[in-house]
C-alpha cells in the first residue's frame, strides 16, 4: 500500500483539485490511503477536506509543513509513503509511477514539477527539473536534494533513519543527505513521468522569492552537512542540456538565461541576508 501524506495550512482555493487528482489516479483505489494533516488552518480548508469521507484528517499543533508531514507518517500504514503539496495537482499516472519504481528496487524517488504559467516561467521549470534529473544521474551524493512536493520513499527509510527535521524550509533535503550518507547503496531516481502541476508557482515573481527563501535557508544546511551546491559551471551545462531538449529558439534561449541569472541573483541575496541574519531554526514556520 502506498500512503499519500499532504499538509496543509490555509490552503482552500487548491484543495479541491488535489483531491480530485487524487481521486482519478490511474491506480487501484484499494492500494493507497489518503492522509492529510491540518496546520490549524483558519480559511475553511479542514472542512473541504472533511467533505471526503475516504480521507483521513489529522491535526498537527505546530505550524511547521515537516512538523505536519511526520504526523502523517506516524499514522500512515503503507510500505511506501508519497509526499505532495496541497498546492500541487498530481498527474494521472503520479502513483502508477512511483509504484514501479519502487517495485524496480528504488527507495527513494523525485519527480517533475511543472508550473500553471507560461513565457519566462517556463524557463525555470525546464530548468529545475533537467537539474534534478542531472543532479540524481550524474553528480557525486553530497550535491543530492529533495523537495517534498513531489517525493516517495521506502518506509523503511524512516523507520531506520528517523523523521523530518522539523526546520522551516530544509528539512527534505537535510533527510535526502542523512539517508544517503548512512545508506552508500540505496538508490534514488528521479521520475520525469512522476508528475505534479504546482499551482502557486503562478508567475516568475513567485518563484524569485522562494529563490531568496532557499538561497537563506540552503547557506546554513551546507554548513551542518556535507551538502553542495552546484557550481557555475554545472549549472550552465544543465542549461545548455535544457535549451538542446527543449528546442529553445535563439530568442527564447537568451531570455531564459536573462531570467535563470535573475533566480541566481535572488539566491545569493537569500545566501547574503543568512550571514547577515543567520535564519532561526528553533522557530516553528510553515513553508511551501
Not at 507518517?73 to 511506501?80: F, H, L, N
Not at 523523521?163 to 534514488?188: H, N, Y
Not at 502541476?197 to 535557508?217: A, D, F, P, Q
Request: proline share 5%; hydrophobic share 40%; aromatic share 14%.
Amino acid at each position: 500500500m502506498i500512503s499519500v501524506i499532504i499538509p496543509f495550512y490555509n490552503e482552500a482555493e487548491y484543495l479541491e483539485h488535489t483531491i480530485r487528482a487524487l481521486h482519478q489516479q490511474a491506480f487501484p483505489r484499494d492500494r493507497y490511503e489518503l492522509i492529510f494533516v491540518d496546520s490549524h488552518s483558519t480559511d475553511g480548508s479542514a472542512d473541504i477536506v472533511r467533505r471526503y469521507p475516504d480521507i483521513r484528517l489529522l491535526n498537527e499543533e505546530k505550524k511547521n509543513i515537516y512538523a505536519a508531514l511526520n504526523r502523517g507518517i506516524r499514522q500512515s500504514r503503507g510500505d511506501v509513503l508519497a509526499f505532495a503539496g496541497a498546492d500541487c495537482v498530481p498527474g494521472p499516472g503520479w502513483l502508477a509511477a512511483i509504484s514501479r519504481a519502487m517495485e524496480e528496487g528504488s527507495s527513494l524517488v523525485m519527480g517533475r514539477c511543472c508550473f500553471p504559467g507560461g513565457g519566462l516561467l517556463k524557463a525555470f521549470e525546464d530548468y529545475e527539473n533537467s537539474k534534478a534529473e542531472y543532479v540524481l544521474s550524474r553528480c557525486p551524493r553530497e550535491f543530492y536534494y529533495g523537495y517534498t512536493n513531489n517525493l516517495a520513499a521506502q518506509r523503511t527509510l524512516f523507520d531506520d533513519m528517523g523523521l523530518f527535521a522539523e526546520t522551516p524550509v530544509t528539512g527534505d533535503t537535510e533527510f535526502v543527505q542523512r539517508v544517503i550518507f548512512r545508506s552508500p547503496s540505496l538508490k534514488m531516481v528521479y521520475l520525469p513521468d512522476m508528475t505534479v502541476t504546482h499551482r502557486e508557482v503562478e508567475n516568475s515573481w513567485i518563484w524569485l522569492r522562494k529563490m531568496l527563501i532557499y538561497g537563506r535557508y540552503n547557506r546554513d544546511l551546507a554548513g551542518d552537512r556535507d551538502y553542495r551546491g552546484l557550481d557555475f559551471k554545472t549549472r550552465w551545462k544543465i542549461f545548455g542540456h535544457a535549451s538542446r531538449r527543449y528546442a529553445y529558439s535563439p530568442v527564447r534561449f537568451l531570455l531564459s538565461l536573462m531570467m535563470l541569472a535573475l533566480g541566481a541573483v535572488y539566491y545569493r541575496a537569500g545566501e547574503v541576508c543568512a550571514a547577515v541574519f543567520p535564519p532561526n531554526f528553533s522557530k516553528q514556520e510553515g513553508s511551501s
